[in-house]
């Protein structure tokens, strides 16, 4: 089942005419070069074969590229279709944004970084790139990166404050008395990944309190990664006495949820438990996830504007985009495993009817 | 900040010989050609001045289609994430997949087809195409439609079973006792959609119970879409005597949940919801929802099958992806919501302490 598509030499031998007269007409440059007869027996022609300019030819032939390529990583993660669509509001009136993802693995590597650079685009934006890309990478056209805070190339960046979410849900942590908060990190080399766990770490030692990490860390952003990764650190952290738990991103924070429960710990009255980046269903598991909101939309419009700044000239250096804690039910008091188990005064320890 | 890029002629400038020489020897084209001595001098300015030829150029000029274009619509449902890895995975060995969304806008118009058609293709897929966007379609290259049941081109198609999906979530309804079902759609026309609803109103019928439309149906399939038509509809299916909501996809059914707890309804005690596809997150939400699971991984592994099938002339009319109903605690008996509320007997009647 191959239909055979018509090219601009089946019109020219329809028309009798040249090949050249036909891409002319397809690309409307017909003034004081083909009469107007000859124009219209090859629009009759290209209308009756349905033939269609290749694309690939026409951007080579008009220059005039109005593609922003947006690369990012798996794009399973909702996050990303989020970011995506407030880029894609925020730069519509002149431009399209085609999104570049990785054909197979998880992650981008430099091959579709140079894939989109090779093709006629008006400007590139990669989200999260990992330290290996952004070694290899080389500047072709106006590019701004997203989520890479690491980044020391100049150019412009678009980034969450993550110091400052960090630090909230440290001081939470904090507040609810865990002094002892296992570490669920995501395993490729990210700057974004590197930051967050880094002030997050920063923020509970200033309290007195200390980071533990996961035995290993996750290699994909999924539940069963987030639960695999838990139940093999557990035991390692149980022996020391961590009460909360906080994962890289809400999706591994969802398995750690789901090993958490198997393991047969009250959430949040045996192990609190938090991610990063608040994606929409994090507010309806069971316990609603306390998480640090990454405003996906407002941070891919924010990515929107720099790159039309870069492109006409204006480029800023950084963009900082905001970010917001949610507390929800799966943090609270932190109540340490070992020893008699604490309860709030005047609640009667007779078991529920 | 724009960095000019180095071109075949700045190479042939700076080795003083012809573009096309430049050229057969980036494309490893110099056999009985070019002379070894030429041929390691413009290897050496290729690497001086970091020069990549344009993929455009080189892809018309090879004429070796090695992507297959996966279109589909919006990606912040995790569910074509998931369909985007099983089908990358299933053809990695021979092809790439480039994966085409709509750059504004929720789903994709013929206008995205036709982009991707213009380009050097060795196949194209499109994913729950609407019913407009077929009108106006036609084949260029091999052809598969994901999720298109209605569609009577005679191209290759992979569907789901959703007679069986719709028949299997109706039962099971019908066994609860639910005769009047409240039903959440999803308003592009989409034959899957269409498909969805039909199979599960006609089950229900034959049952003796009835399906509801809600008064409009969502337009984008989100959680806050699926709240808005959920309250906006809520009297009319009360009044109605509605036990149960099912939805056209989970994300809609996740914002009937959180509408009907808004409105202080116990689920599944006084309103059962259920979904169709069961995305990963839908077994940890609060209550966990009955849903109808469509596998991506498997769809798109599946296309990725009869895509190879089709580009090498062994075609298949039609493959079925079996679905499976996944029974979860957001759905229960029917408990009529007017006269007195039933109770189970030898339950005590004593308020909770």
Redesign the interface.
Known sequence: ???K?ATAKDVAELVGCSVSAVSLVVSGRTEGRINNDLRDRIEAAVQEL?Y?????????ATRSPSNIAFVCP?????F???V??GL??SV?AQY??????P??GLDFGIDVV??A????IAGLILAAPSSGVMELF??????VLLEAPDQTL???CVDLNLESAAKGLAQHLLAMGHRRVGYLSYQPKKGTFVVRRHHLEVAMQEGGAHLLDAIASAGEL??EEGEARFFESWKHWKENGVTAVVAADDILA?GA??AAKKAGLHIPGQLSVAGFNDI??SA?????LTSVDFRAYELGQAAGAAMIN?IN?R?TNLTVVETELHLRASTGAATPLKGPKRRASGTSSAPAV
Chains 1, 2 share one sequence.
């Open positions: 089942m191959k239909t598509r349905d269609r300019p290749n694309q690939s030819a026409r951007t080579l798996d794009i399973r993660n909702p990303f279709g989020e995506f669509h894609s509001a519509a399209r944004v085609q999104l570049r993802v054909s197979s140079r894939d650079q090779s093709e006629n080389r500047s072709t056209c106006p590019t100049g150019l412009p999924t539940i969802y949820i789901r929409p269903f309806l598991i069971a316990p609603p870069t000239g480029a």
